[in-house]
């Protein structure tokens, strides 16, 4: 059987069983297993086993639930609101500065939690509302929360930058230093979109009214929020880029740092304890599936030649080296309309990082790429995982319609940031290069 036979079958079928609701694990494990039978026998499936073993015994995949739990504790602290008190206080005379400060809050959750999920719910429940109430746009008001919240994945630490390291054998430090600055500059975009378009429109974000503006004793008050997730921050970034700890180690440090965060603000009752260790079970678990799938199904296109076929597929776009790199986010940029992120890693990074490797790119930059093209993700309809966090904790007001339209002006913000650092590497590469 022909190798463009084989990749017509395995991908047709993955795509006609992902549309009919399937788990994408057990869609990708199932295929993997069906065509290895059919192409070696009962004895090719020890091969798939091996690389399955393999793949779940590597260490930097022992971070994973820890990043998690320290997002869902985080979460339940009540340090969202107290951050939303003080950028409100801050933020609230500028037209736009809520929007903004959420924004900037969602850059902080980023930095503290490694989940798109935690800011995007958090800030839903707390900044949605009291936005809506003051008359923001829909647009403003659940743009700047669902877009902010992608930065999760993109500001370090980061789960998803984790799986990529795991597939492209990188160091989970390196890539976490990689995604500091085009994090920021995907944030301050953010914010730049948000006072421009409320400069211009100044009915769609007004400034608060003077009577319900804070005094600067109140300012500066509000500004303990900040400590301890500074100090969170600190001790688990901190850590990496002095060499103190490992990123699995530094996220060890996180953990705990998020339940003292939690005791601190007398959330840590074992209600919200049983509610975090069971949320990081369940996120973790369907992680762990999902990349057991993709070690199966990326083990079988391998042996039968995969890797040869794409790479002669890719360079034959045009453009050179440079057209094979936007023809991958061009990929990607499609699968995100129909796939979870960690899903699309996990089946596309083994086939491209070879390619990658082979034309010279370095690994750590294309992640960054690869991350703030799963930003986008989360945000492209019809499937966008932060459209539908939203939708789960919006006002009954905001439908799903309103949630979608708010997403288009912050995608594009996304893609001029992809952009960026395509064309700016030393973005994303001179942290790393300082680490190591």
Sequence with gaps: MSIELISALLFGLLLILLLTGLPVSFVLGGIAVVFTYFLWGPQGLAMVAN?????????????????????????????????????????????????????????????????????????????????????????????????????????????????????????VGQLFMGGVFPGIVLGFLFIAYILIRSAIQKNIAPALPLEERASWGAKFTSLRAVILPMLLIVAVLGSIFRGIATPTEAAAVG???????????????????????????????????????SQAFTTIYYAVGAQEFVQGLLLQLPGGNWGVIIGMQVIWLLL?????????????????VPVVASLGFSLVWFGVLCIVNMEMA???????????????????????????????????????????????????????????
Excluded at 416 to 434: E, N, Q, T
Aim: glycine share 10%; net charge positive.
């Design 51 to 171: 690389r399955a073993w393999g793949g779940m015994t590597s260490f930097p995949i022992v971070c994973v639930p820890l990043f998690i739990y320290m997002g869902v504790m985080l979460e339940r602290s009540g340090i969202a609101s107290s951050l939303y008190t003080m950028m409100h206080r801050w933020s609230g005379a500028l037209r736009g500065g809520l929007a903004a400060g959420t924004v900037l809050i969602c850059m902080l959750f980023a930095a503290m939690t490694g989940l798109s999920g935690a800011s995007t719910v958090a800030l839903g429940l707390v900044a949605l509302p009291e936005m809506l109430k003051r008359g923001y746009n829909k647009d403003i008001a659940i743009g700047s929360i669902g877009g902010g919240g992608a930065l999760g994945i993109l500001i370090p630490p980061s789960v998803t930058m984790v799986i990529y390291a795991m597939i492209a054998q990188e160091s």
């Design 378 to 436: 989360y945000l492209t309809p019809p499937f966008g995982m932060n459209l539908f966090y939203l939708k789960g904790v919006a006002p009954p007001e905001v439908s799903m319609g309103d949630i979608y339209h708010s997403a288009t002006p912050f995608v594009i913000c996304q893609l001029v940031a992809l952009i960026i650092v395509m064309v700016f590497p030393a973005l994303v590469l001179w942290l790393p290069s300082l680490m190591f």
């Design 336 to 352: 995100g309309c129909l796939l979870d992120p960690w899903g699309i890693i996990l089946i596309t990074a083994p086939i491209f």
């Design 255 to 293: 953990a705990f740092g998020a339940t003292i965060c939690a005791a601190v603000y007398r959330q840590l009752h074992w209600q919200n304890i049983k509610d975090a260790c069971y949320q990081t079970l369940r996120v973790s678990t369907m992680a762990l599936w999902i990349f057991l799938g």
